[in-house]
């Protein structure tokens, strides 16, 4: 058993500037995943090793074929199938889909290069949980773009459209339209202006969006969609002569002191680098320290000067005197949560394996330094591991995690940064992680009852459909019953391949459930955890309800009578 079913939370530490020296992991694909094809089941087996690589095999009937695969910048394979004689048979791509494996089969064009706009889906049903097709723990590989991107000067809101992205972006009170593709990680596009149409491009770092346009980078958080903000169709102001998001050529640098235009980032004064001022008042005494409380129950205090920002799956804490450089800041300070899966212990032996595993992959140049530290938060015993080397660059850094299990919940205090810089704010660190506390969840009454989910989705050439039925009862004393089924059936075929395949999956659970500020947890009785946004309308008996993960579209639930 995993102690943790995703690693979402834990890569996005990829997001630091400091981690330009390395990558996010890919995404885990590793199974077996099977359809029921004319000939007999087609089996797609993936392996998947630390450091993301991946090999494995299609076979069914006559079919046999070796996969030779390598991540993609941005989620998801790619890769080159060959028959038992070592000869090619086409490229491929696997990427998640809701709650499918999706195998895109895709032939080359004259050049010996994949012609992506000749392919094939296949959809393998992967083991679909107890999670409706929103459920957060689903990941958007195909539409990794979709979302709302967040900057000091400029805003940018997503959506996946067929073949392409729209959507808008936002700075200083004006609103820009736009429409974009994806290539090899990249999404390339053009934005509209009074004056005429702009290009720009845009990459992703972990949950960080840095998009360029004519030498101006703006870096963006990816926000939570109770934090996006809708574009603003009444704004008003007179149109820009030139591209509005290019800075202007000789533009003055910022002040010391004061906030970089480009970055974002505060960036002290001469000298202020090596003064970190260590707050007053602690968790438990300290009146001034801020209270933060989810809505599973789970709490935490930290110091009033601090700031606390929620990313996609987790919380960010910034000091107010962060340092930076030219690449960006030069510490930082993550929240992390995830459902422990049955691991009851921080000193379980599973938990250090799967928090060395992390850091392994975010960045490998960094090795353990010392034991495991026995720690305390305020009602459970914790961990604390240390990380310690030199990146590429030749900054010394050090990453530290403090670990407990709460509630079913393994909860981390994530630090990565100069080590210098970690050091200095140590005292601090470990007073906030001695707050963490476990209490009563909040259940929102609005959304207690019985409730029902149905869809049908088609492939645009109707080769394959699935349909989807789920059922979900939440009690008012906070326990949960779970049902659902799903059916596939299609067909595929290029110059290489050819077959046909009907398939369905089903499965039911319990649970507890917890919900407040449009967030609804709920903890299955294997320790997994799924989450969405939730949004509840309508009249007694004739309820709806939108339940949204991430990067999906909201899913609607019926109210059952």
Request: proline share 7%.
């Amino acid at each position: 058993m995993q102690l943790y079913r995703s690693t979402r939370s834990f890569l996005l530490v990829a997001s630091l500037s400091i981690s330009t020296v390395w990558a996010a992991a890919p995404t885990n694909v590793a199974g077996s995943y099977t359809l029921q094809g004319n000939k007999g089941p087609i089996v797609l087996h993936l392996d998947q090793d630390a450091e993301g690589k991946v090999s494995g095999s299609l076979k069914g009937g006559t079919l046999s074929l070796t996969l030779k695969v390598f991540p993609k910048e941005g989620g998801g394979v790619l890769g080159t199938a060959s028959d038992p004689e070592g000869n090619f048979a086409s490229f491929f791509q696997i990427s998640r889909e809701g709650g499918r494996l999706v195998l895109d089969l895709i032939e080359a064009n004259a050049d010996g290069d994949p012609d992506f706009e000749k392919k094939t889906r296949i959809p393998f049903p992967a083991s679909q949980g107890k999670a409706p097709a929103s459920d957060s723990k689903v990941k958007a590989g195909d539409a990794p773009f979709a979302g709302t991107f967040k900057g000091e000067d400029l805003t940018l809101e997503s959506k996946s459209a067929v073949g392409q992205y729209r959507g808008v972006i936002q700075m200083e009170g004006k609103s820009y339209p736009f429409t974009a593709t994806e290539k090899d990680g990249t999404l390339s596009g053009g934005f509209q202006s009074p004056d005429g149409k702009f290009d720009f491009t845009a990459k992703l770092n972990g949950p960080t969006l840095v998009f360029e346009t004519e030498g101006t980078t703006f870096t963006l958080a990816r926000q939570t969609p109770a934090s996006a903000r809708p574009a603003n169709p009444l704004a008003k102001g007179k149109p820009a002569a030139s591209n509005p998001l290019k800075k202007p050529a000789g533009a003055p640098p910022a002040a010391k002191g004061t906030t970089s235009p480009a970055k974002g980032t505060p960036t002290p004064a001469k000298g202020a680098a090596a003064k970190i001022a260590e707050p007053t008042g602690g968790p438990g005494s300290g009146p001034a320290w801020k209270l933060h409380q989810h809505a599973t129950g789970l709490s935490m205090r930290y110091p009033p000067s601090w700031k606390l920002n929620p990313l996609e799956g987790a919380l960010q804490l910034v000091p107010p005197d962060v340092t930076s450089t030219a690449s960006g800041p030069t510490e930082a300070y993550f929240v992390l949560g995830e459902g422990a899966e049955g691991v009851s212990s921080p000193e379980d032996p599973r938990v250090v394996a799967f928090l060395e595993q992390q850091v392994q992959q975010i960045a490998p140049f960094l090795q353990r330094a010392g034991g495991v530290e026995k720690i305390k938060a305020a009602t459970a015993p914790g961990i604390l591991v240390t990380w310690e080397g030199q990146s590429p660059t030749g900054m010394a850094l050090r990453a530290q995690a403090h670990t407990t299990i709460l509630k079913g919940y393994g909860i981390t205090l994530f630090t990565l940064g100069v080590k210098e810089k970690i050091a200095a704010r140590e005292k601090t660190v470990r007073s906030i992680f001695s707050s963490f506390a476990a209490g009563e969840g909040k259940r929102d009454p609005q959304l207690v009852g019985a409730w029902r989910f149905w869809s049908y989705k088609a492939s645009a050439d109707g080769k394959f459909g699935t349909e989807r039925s789920s059922q979900m009862v939440l009690h008012a004393n906070g326990q949960c019953q779970w049902s659902g089924k799903s059916e596939s059936s299609g067909s595929f075929s290029n110059s290489q391949i050819q077959g046909s395949y009907a398939g369905s999956s089903g499965d039911a659970d319990r649970g507890t459930w917890t919900a407040a500020n449009g967030e609804l947890y709920i903890m299955w009785n294997d320790g997994s955890v799924s989450t969405w946004d939730y949004q509840v309308s309508g009249a007694p008996g004739g309820r709806k309800m939108l339940l949204k993960g991430s990067g999906n579209k909201p899913d609607e639930w019926m109210e059952i009578q």
